[in-house]
C-alpha cells in the first residue's frame, strides 16, 4: 500500500512541474508569445516589458518543465515552444479562466467595450467570406510573426505600418483584423485608426494560437 502512495505521490509530482511554470502572469505572457513565432531573449523581454535578466530566469523555468527549446544562434539564444500541445495548453487554461473567473470576465468586458468585434457566425463564416474577397482580413502582428503562421487568406500590415498602408485597403468591404488573441491590444489599436480614416473595421479577438487549438 506504502509503495502505491509512494508511485501516486511521484506521479502527481512530475504533473504539478507543469503547474508549477505556469505559475507566473510573466511566463505565461511569454508563452503567448512564442505561440507566435520563435523569438531570442531580447525580443522576448522587449515585448514583455521586462528585464532581459528576469526574462532569462522565466525562461529557464519554462524549459525546466519541457515547454519550451532553446537553440544557439551566432550571439543570441533563440527559444520556441517544445510543441504544439504547449500553445493549446495555453489556450486552454485561459478558456477556463475566461468560463470561470468573474474578475477576468470583468476586465475584458471593460477592454472590449471601447471595440467593435467581428460578429460573423463563426470561422467558417468568415473564411468563406475570406475566400471570396467580402471581407479583407489582416493580420497587425509583426511580419516575423506572421511568416511564422497566420490565418488562412490574411495579408501582413503591422500595426506599426498601418497608418502608411492605408491605400492598400479598401473602402467599400469591411476590413478585420486579428493580432495575439483575445488579451492583446494591437488589433484594437488598428481598428481606431482605421476607422479614423473611414475604413469600415472591425477586431477579431481570436489569433494564431486560438485557431490552431
Same mark, same amino acid.
Given at each position: ?17 507543469? =503547474?508549477?511554470? &505556469? ?25 514583455? =516589458? ?23 544562434? =551566432?550571439?543570441?539564444? @533563440?527559444?520556441?515552444?517544445? +510543441? ?6 495555453? @489556450? ?21 467595450? &471601447? ?65 495575439? =488573441?483575445?488579451?492583446?491590444?494591437? +488589433?484594437?489599436? &488598428? ?23
Amino acid at each position: 500500500m506504502t509503495s502505491n502512495r509512494s508511485i501516486k505521490d511521484a506521479l502527481y509530482e512530475q504533473v504539478a512541474r507543469i =503547474g508549477k511554470a &505556469a505559475a507566473s502572469p510573466k511566463r505565461l505572457e511569454l508563452l503567448e508569445l512564442l505561440c507566435q513565432s520563435p523569438k531570442t531573449v531580447e525580443v522576448l523581454a522587449q515585448d514583455a =516589458g521586462i528585464s532581459v535578466k528576469l526574462t532569462s530566469a522565466h525562461l529557464k523555468e519554462l524549459k525546466a518543465a519541457r515547454l519550451v527549446d532553446a537553440e544557439r544562434q =551566432g550571439r543570441f539564444v @533563440v527559444y520556441r515552444l517544445a +510543441s504544439e500541445d504547449v500553445a493549446r495548453f495555453w @489556450v486552454a487554461i485561459r478558456l477556463l479562466a475566461e468560463d470561470r473567473l468573474f474578475e477576468l470576465q470583468e476586465a475584458l468586458r471593460g477592454l472590449r467595450a &471601447a471595440t467593435h468585434e467581428w460578429e460573423g457566425n463563426n470561422r467558417d463564416d468568415l473564411l468563406a467570406k475570406a475566400r471570396r474577397g467580402d471581407v479583407v482580413v489582416i493580420d497587425v502582428r509583426p511580419a516575423d510573426e506572421f511568416e511564422a503562421g497566420h490565418l488562412p487568406f490574411a495579408r501582413s500590415m503591422p500595426v506599426a505600418e498601418l497608418k502608411t498602408r492605408l491605400s492598400e485597403l479598401p473602402r467599400d468591404k469591411p476590413v478585420i483584423a486579428y493580432c495575439r =488573441g483575445p488579451f492583446c491590444l494591437m +488589433s484594437a489599436d &488598428a481598428v481606431r485608426l482605421l476607422r479614423r480614416h473611414g475604413i469600415d473595421a472591425v477586431q477579431l479577438q481570436e489569433g494564431v494560437a486560438e485557431w490552431a487549438a
